[in-house]
């Protein structure tokens, strides 16, 4: 079924703590994903340029850059962070921009 997109107006009055319908769960679902990237991205980001001293694209290109200065190194625990960024990436576009996302 085709995602009722209003569900977010409804799940962004919930968190505000305005009396509304609640949101369904897929609405919550599709939220927790996409803050679930952001939280990964923002860490990551953070790391690459606080302690690896990096200087981050300020454009949309930030995104692959991150992702890829760890999915590229040569240390498994750093190129595992890439990977899964990578991943979690393409499933909050997923959520954030797709009517339809199986196996939600």
Same mark, same amino acid.
């Given at each position: 079924?085709? #995602?009722?997109?209003?569900?977010? &107006? %409804? &799940?962004?009055?919930? &968190? @505000? @703590? ?5 949101? %369904? ?7 927790? /994903?996409? *803050? ?9 980001? %953070?790391?690459?340029?606080? *302690?690896?001293? &990096?200087? /981050? ?7 692959? =850059? +991150?992702?890829?200065? #760890? ?9 595992? +962070? @890439?990977?899964?960024? /990578?991943?979690?990436?393409? =499933? *909050? %576009? ?6 339809? #996302?199986?196996?939600?």
């Amino acid at each position: 079924m085709t #995602f009722d997109w209003s569900q977010y &107006l %409804n &799940l962004a009055k919930e &968190l @505000g @703590g305005f009396a509304s319908p609640p949101a %369904n769960q897929e609405a919550k679902m599709r939220a927790a /994903i996409s *803050r679930a990237y952001y939280a990964a991205f923002m860490l990551a980001k %953070n790391h690459l340029r606080d *302690r690896e001293g &990096l200087s /981050i694209p300020k454009t949309a290109d930030a995104h692959r =850059y +991150v992702s890829e200065q #760890f999915a590229l190194s040569p240390e498994p625990v750093r190129k595992l +962070v @890439g990977e899964k960024l /990578i991943r979690l990436r393409l =499933y *909050r %576009n997923q959520a954030d921009y797709v009517d339809r #996302f199986p196996g939600l």
